[in-house]
């Protein structure tokens, strides 16, 4: 997988008009890379080909939950969530991207739900011994008041910090989360942009011109 300093360089050495524009940093760069990936992420995700993936997905291991009201996600039973609000999640047409929740050992799963879906299971005579957990503002809850720390691996906008090391490395050290497969499509998009980046103010110069009597 590609660092972002590599495909920094990438795009600068495709568009040598770069050295001359103050305007695009580093950074600017980067942050197109990132909304690029988004795209190019979504639409792969969408389509279902990613979720064994482990080019996009992190984990974020050993979340603590502390208890905590049903009601606070429209329930009338005991329920645990994350202490603070998860990072962002990328969202796509189905739910966000989330390759799986699961205890601190990896060996049980936990299943997705909505409110309405659990209310129902709960209704029902003989209940699955599956746990569940739901996403509100921004909170993981888990369905069930036993289970106090858990993995999530999600498809995060951002590197989650303090969990490899990576927080020791600068920017341009990090790895770029995306499929090997879909890099050169992401840095073809990134090339037109700057390019139509670059001719907007030429077209504008020359309409002005055209309109000056």
Do not use: W
């Not at 990438?10 to 580093?26: E, G, M, P, V, Y």
Request: proline share 5%; charged share 30%.
């Amino acid at each position: 997988m590609a660092t972002n300093a590599e495909l920094i360089s990438r795009i600068k050495n495709a568009n040598k008009f770069l050295s001359d524009d103050d305007l695009i940093s580093d950074r600017f760069i980067y942050s197109l890379l990132k909304q690029k990936a988004s795209v190019l992420i979504k639409r792969e995700a969408n389509l279902r080909k990613l979720q064994g993936s482990d080019n996009i997905y992190q984990g974020y291991e050993c979340l603590h939950l502390i208890p905590a009201k049903g009601s606070e996600c429209d329930l009338n039973c005991p329920v645990r969530r994350s202490k603070n609000q998860l990072p962002d999640i990328e969202e796509g047409l189905y739910s966000y991207f989330i390759q799986g929740v699961f205890n601190t050992s990896n060996s049980e799963e936990l299943f997705p739900t909505t409110i309405r879906d659990f209310i129902n299971h709960n209704r029902l005579r003989v209940k699955t011994p599956k746990k569940f957990y739901t996403i509100r503002n921004k909170y993981l809850y888990i369905l069930d008041p036993d289970v106090e720390c858990v993995n999530i691996y999600a498809y995060f906008t951002e590197p989650i910090e303090d969990l490899d090391g990576s927080q020791c490395l600068s920017m341009y050290e990090k790895e770029f989360k995306i499929p090997a497969y879909l890099t050169d499509s992401l840095v073809e998009l990134c090339n037109q942009s700057l390019i139509n980046y670059r001719k907007s103010p030429m077209e504008m110069e020359d309409n002005n011109r055209d309109e000056q009597p």
